[in-house]
């Protein structure tokens, strides 16, 4: 079992923006419609802007409001799958016999996110990019525990998924809409995350983990469970 606290949070979705619009959703979660809106990033410079894909800006707009003020804050940042609408450009191009371009390609890797936010914040701490299974969301916390514990004064978490290529909806299941979810964590007691086992696989969450916390985050209750093959992790809020 590990404990911590969570100073602030935020979270981004097509049409869902403000803590009132996430309240109305998570007491009644639903699907959002396909839609190619991303979120306000005009903190930026234009020039820096052009270079972030949806899923970055999607990390920026969580991560960003959440470091304000703060100088040497580690980052982790969590996504199962990624940039893949940009490797899919590129495979197409690639199958299309184009020339590929070097910058998209050089966007496209794991880690190109917290690249691109160490520039672009000047930040030199230590960030970890996890490409993790489906409790990605929890993996990512004990990360940040770890940096906790080793004197860290807070570490930003952030999870998102950017919405697949169609033509990887056979394989790619666990991502119902585009979205972020940015944690701020601190040294404290407020909150507990321990693991157990299962003899045997269970049944997964039916929402991703991050967007499973939010009634939690929101206040709306307590505690949550989240199952991922033989893994049970139970998110306790005190009071």
Not at 155 to 180: G, R
Request: glycine share 6%; aromatic share 8%; proline share 9%.
């Amino acid at each position: 079992m590990i404990t911590f606290s969570i100073a602030q949070w935020r979270a981004w979705a097509p049409g869902l923006v403000s803590v009132d619009d996430w309240q109305a959703w998570s007491r009644r979660p639903v699907v959002l419609p396909g839609s190619d809106e991303a979120p306000d990033v005009s903190f930026l410079p234009a020039m820096q802007r052009r270079r972030l894909s949806r899923l970055a800006r999607m990390a920026f707009s969580v991560g960003w409001p959440l470091a304000e003020g703060r100088e040497q804050l580690p980052l982790v940042f969590v996504s199962r799958h990624g940039e893949t609408p940009r490797t899919f450009e590129i495979l197409s191009d690639l199958a299309a016999e184009q020339p590929l371009s070097p910058t998209q390609f050089s966007l496209s890797v794991h880690n190109a996110i917290i690249g691109l936010w160490s520039i672009m914040r000047g930040e030199t701490s230590e960030m970890t990019a996890l490409a993790a299974a489906g409790d990605g969301l929890e993996h990512g916390v004990l990360e940040a525990a770890a940096l906790l514990d080793e004197g860290a004064p807070a570490v930003l978490l952030v999870v998102t998924e950017d919405q697949p290529p169609q033509a990887y909806s056979p394989w790619i299941n666990d991502v119902p809409f585009p979205y972020a979810v940015g944690l701020l964590l601190t040294p404290g007691k407020d909150w507990q995350l321990s693991l157990n086992s299962a003899a045997d696989p269970l049944s997964n969450a039916h929402w991703p983990h991050a967007l499973n916390l939010l009634p939690v985050l929101l206040g709306q209750e307590t505690s949550c469970q989240h199952a991922w093959k033989n893994r049970v992790w139970t998110w306790q809020r005190n009071p």
